[in-house]
């Protein structure tokens, strides 16, 4: 009788959004879960706690800046499969640190995937390139052959890892692999990105606790789906007998404007009597549009979005509207009021204060 070998899989960046919702994923198709995270002066695990996985997920502290902690991941988990989706994510951050975007985001990705090509090249690799890369966009739709033209310190250093992949792959034979994902959002997605500040804000101002919502650019347009759904594109690409590249969206594409339309709808209210604009929020380079052509992942890994842009914006809407009130009736506890608790568990807007 054959035995099947269990699979091993690394995440970095294991406690943001996408991290814990593939972590989920993979555990819950047997395989055993390295996540990674950073040493910070309060814990973070809140999204791995909210799936209920935080036990299931061997956490390794590590850090992209630090060499040595790379090459100690792979001699201790030994993975068949590494996927690489720590990065400052924040395209607006990066204006304000340039340097730690290319060092984070750029050459944190070389440092990966050079350990890898020395000390575990059987190792399967995989890269979270971004829609961003496409920036100021030169073909509508965007596919895998669209030319780059980055408009923001990330989106720069997110073209270089992308390259780097590609250039590893080709010159040192590894299977190494990137998803170009278009913006991809959830009840779990951090609170500085437009989608959830719009539906985190549309609940609370229908609750009474928040009066206005300031907002940058609202006409720009993205291409919006659901995380749950792109988790798997990623697993599937890794997957395929060959290593190639894929875009990974819905093929629709969304103003800002638009999406706040709607989530205040979904708690009836009109936008309009509540949002204002701030050049605080606007960047110093915009991109405009992003739409993206899913052709090739529909075809070659069977992949589709199961989510549209409407039944996104209510999952995010109900999630936040739940949460202030659980928040408000004493059985939640905002996250980021975790330190004024005393408590032996690391409290979050996910936990569930009468557990
Ligand atoms: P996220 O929620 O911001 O998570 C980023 C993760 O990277 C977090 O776990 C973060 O740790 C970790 N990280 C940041 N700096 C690090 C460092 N110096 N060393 C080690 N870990 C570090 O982002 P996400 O939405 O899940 O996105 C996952 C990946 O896909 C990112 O690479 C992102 O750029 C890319 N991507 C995202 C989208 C999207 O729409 N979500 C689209 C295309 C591509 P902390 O928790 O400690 O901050
Ligand atoms: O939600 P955003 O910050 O996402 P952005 O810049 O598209 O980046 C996200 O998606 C990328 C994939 O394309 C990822 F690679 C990246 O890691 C990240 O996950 O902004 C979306 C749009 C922008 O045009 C921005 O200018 O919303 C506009 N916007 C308008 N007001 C705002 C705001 N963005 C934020 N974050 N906050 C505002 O108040």
Request: contains cysteine; aromatic residues 12%; neutral net charge.
């Amino acid at each position: 009788m054959k035995i099947r070998k269990q699979k091993t899989a690394v995440i970095t960046g294991v406690t943001g959004q996408d991290g814990a919702y593939l972590a989920k994923f993979l555990i819950e198709k047997g395989y055993k879960v390295y996540g990674t995270y950073r040493r910070l002066s309060t814990p973070n695990f809140w999204r791995l706690q909210s799936l209920g996985i935080q036990d299931q997920v061997d956490l390794i502290p590590f850090d992209l800046l630090d060499q040595s902690s790379i090459s100690g991941l792979f001699k201790k988990a030994k993975p068949d499969e590494f996927y690489n989706l720590a990065a400052q994510s924040f395209v607006g951050a990066s204006f304000d640190q340039p340097i730690g975007a290319g060092e984070i985001t750029g050459l944190g990705t070389t440092r990966i995937i050079d350990t890898l090509s020395t000390l575990s090249p059987h190792t399967k690799f995989y890269q979270a390139s971004s829609s961003e890369m496409y920036g100021k966009v030169q073909e509508i739709p965007q596919t895998e052959t669209t030319p780059f033209y980055p408009r923001s310190p990330y989106a720069a250093a997110k073209v270089y890892a992308h390259w780097i992949t590609v250039n590893y792959r080709e010159a040192y034979d590894i299977f190494a692999c990137c998803g170009i994902l278009f913006n991809h959002e959830s009840e779990m997605r951090g609170l500085e990105f437009v989608t959830r500040k719009i539906t985190n804000a549309a609940a609370r101002i229908k609750l009474g606790l928040q009066k206005k919502l300031v907002l940058g650019n609202v006409e720009s347009k993205r291409d919006w789906g659901y995380a749950v759904d792109y988790v798997k594109a990623m697993w599937k690409i890794i997957q395929q007998s060959k290593p190639d590249d894929y875009v990974v969206a819905t093929g629709e594409t969304h103003s800002v404007r638009e999406f706040a339309r709607l989530a205040f709808e979904e708690v009836d209210l009109n936008y309009e009597d509540y949002i204002v604009t701030d050049k605080v929020f606007m960047r110093p380079a915009e991109v405009d549009i992003l739409i993206g052509d899913p052709s090739k992942a529909k075809e070659q890994l069977k992949w589709e979005p199961t989510v549209g842009f409407k039944e996104l914006i209510k999952i995010m809407v109900q999630a936040d509207l739940t949460n202030w009130k659980k928040i408000l009736d004493g059985k939640l506890i905002p996250w980021d009021a975790m330190h004024y608790y005393d408590t032996e568990k690391p409290l979050s807007l996910h936990y569930e204060a009468d557990r």
